[in-house]
């Protein structure tokens, strides 16, 4: 009976946590629990249903609306981004998901609040004093039953076209945790499959597929409702696993759980993911200069 989830450390839970091949540590900055997985073999990425890579996961306290008394989370998180990131070049961001459905806004959300630079160049930049700025670009992948194109086949062009040194992709995710909505943020340098987490795979992104480094983050907005059921009745019997996957996903209609103040939580996410993404890409700036840029 699988239990569906994002979070490469609730895979490792699941396992166990002797798994040869993968290399685990936690430890505590910023305030933030962070904990780091690399998965280094093929069979230990078969194991855990992921590709072979780093995962950096953030434990949260309850996000809070005030950023500026975040300076810590925001300095950890950023470095976190940073270390995966080649140091120079240009960036490409893409908030991944629909802005029309509010569990599925991160990606968008949070795009629209990092800093796009690549247009600031030559004269324009030395006489405002932002000759020091990283180039970035910032776009919204919108969804196929949007536009009509796969996100993958999007980014592609777009990166053909601009030859980033990197992308950087945002999108909700889904855990199998009710008390890891809105608290964790995942981190890693192995791309991601849009709609994986409610059971809509589409073509991976990754730098085997989009020829550039990409880093994807992420925050858990939904639990599958049958991996819920599961967890909280504690069932591992199989019969009774299919009896209770007939009931909770009658005709197979997938059903996903969401906080009821979800707004509420993407907006938050969206403010503290961008504020980290922006001070991970534009190091140089101090955090009190870099807000009052935004």
Known sequence: MERRTDLAVEERELLGEDIKGVDYEEETVGGLQIE??????ERAGQLLKK????Y???QLPPLTDNVRDTDERLLALSREIRRLLPVNGLVLVAGLGNVEITPDALGPKTASKVMATRHISGEIARST???CLRAVAVMNTGVTGQTGIETGELLM????RIRPSALIVIDALASRRL????????ISDTGISPGAGVGNHRARIDASTMGVPVVAIG????????TLAFDLLDIDDEREGIRLKQEVSPSGRTMVVTPKEVDLLID??????????NYALQSGIEVEDLLSLL
């Open 268 to 277: 938050r996410a969206a403010k503290l993911i961008s504020l980290s993404v």
């Open 179 to 186: 008390e890891r909505l809105g608290c964790t943020i995942q």
């Open 219 to 226: 925050v858990p907005t939904v639990v599958d409702a049958l």
């Open 56 to 58: 950096i996961t953030a």
């Open 129 to 131: 004093g932002l000759d």
């Open 51 to 54: 590709p072979k890579g780093t």
């Open 36 to 41: 780091r997985l690399r998965i280094r073999t």
């Open 157 to 160: 062009g777009i990166i053909k």
